[in-house]
């Protein structure tokens, strides 16, 4: 484990947990069974595995997609480079939308956008158990990996996944719509290492990060109940543009920006009149 550590010393703060999962994921054992084994002698197959996942971790590969799963909301989603890997702060928008449907018991038709590992409509299925959705992507790998989850978490019978864009082809109403659409402009995404490993499809938005997001809001009044809600996750420098984005295309809709517990803008809660 020391010699795990010490390689990872200079590519993360992390590097003692990051060893640990590292060669709980070689030995295909817990965390604690290797913090309990640290004498454990590695043979020369499982060494050569190790330093091949060290090796890919010093060059940038996010540790997710090297343990093939990570955890949101309390659900271990599996994961690979065909989806975004899911982000604590994405935890915000699955908070509010179920106390949403706790408020609005007699409102179940929803829809989560550009749905990825679909860890936001696998988390609403599990938690809310009466509860079906759409789930739309444009990407069938990332929709394949997000059925696998569905399957994992017992919620495949309660979501209806589509390949398509945002949500062309729907032709219900909806109450609730979760979405969590690329929102990073394409020019700041040159300059982040995140775009080098993770799906750029899932991440740029355009030139000021609103494409999609102003893509779903116009067609909005072709779905949205009256009564309905849309939550969206932004990018915290959007705390003003995207809040305007949504006065100008639905003016009439009560519009809240809730913040994360850093206390950035990082959810736009859009409100339909009943
Ligand atoms: C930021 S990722 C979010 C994934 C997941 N919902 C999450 O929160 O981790 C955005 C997702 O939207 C999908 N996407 C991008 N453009 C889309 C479009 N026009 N229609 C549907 N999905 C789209 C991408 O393939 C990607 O899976």
């Known amino acids: 484990m020391a010699y795990a550590r010490r390689r990872l010393e200079t590519a993360s703060p992390d590097a003692w947990l990051e060893a640990q999962l590292l060669l709980a994921h070689g030995f295909n054992q817990t965390r604690t069974w290797v913090l309990t084994h640290p004498e ?20 940038g ?3 997710p997609y090297l343990l093939g799963h990570w955890e949101f909301f309390g659900l271990d989603f599996i994961v690979s ?29 929803a829809a989560d956008v550009g749905t990825g590992s679909g860890c936001i409509a696998v988390s609403l299925a599990y938690h809310q158990t009466d509860l079906n959705l759409v789930a739309t ?7 394949d990996i997000a059925g696998q989850n569905a ?9 209806r996944w589509q390949k398509t864009n945002l949500l062309d082809g729907f032709t219900g109403q909806l109450d609730l719509v979760v979405a969590n659409l690329p ?30 997001i102003s893509a779903l809001l116009e067609d909005a009044p072709r779905w949205w109940a009256p009564g309905g809600v849309i939550l969206l996750e932004i990018e915290a420098g959007q705390g003003e543009s995207a809040p305007a984005l949504a006065r100008s295309l639905l003016p009439v809709a009560p ?11 990082r959810l736009l809660k859009i409100e339909n009149e009943k």
């Open 61 to 63: 590969v996010p540790l």
């Open 183 to 212: 929102y990073i402009p394409s020019a700041t995404l040159e300059e982040l290492l995140v775009s080098k490993f993770e799906p750029l499809s899932a991440l740029d938005g355009g030139p000021d990060g609103l494409l999609l």
């Open 151 to 159: 399957v994992r978490h017992g919620v495949s019978d309660r979501i």
């Open 40 to 59: 454990k002698p590695l043979d020369a197959k499982k060494l050569e595995l190790l330093d091949d996942l060290l090796e890919q971790r010093l060059q």
């Open 81 to 109: 480079p065909d989806v975004l890997i899911p982000r604590p702060e994405t935890e915000l928008l699955v908070e509010q939308a179920l106390t949403w449907l706790k408020q609005h018991p007699d409102r179940r038709r």
């Open 255 to 265: 519009i809240n920006l809730l913040p994360d517990l850093a206390g950035k803008p």
């Open 137 to 143: 992507d444009q990407s069938q790998p990332a929709l």
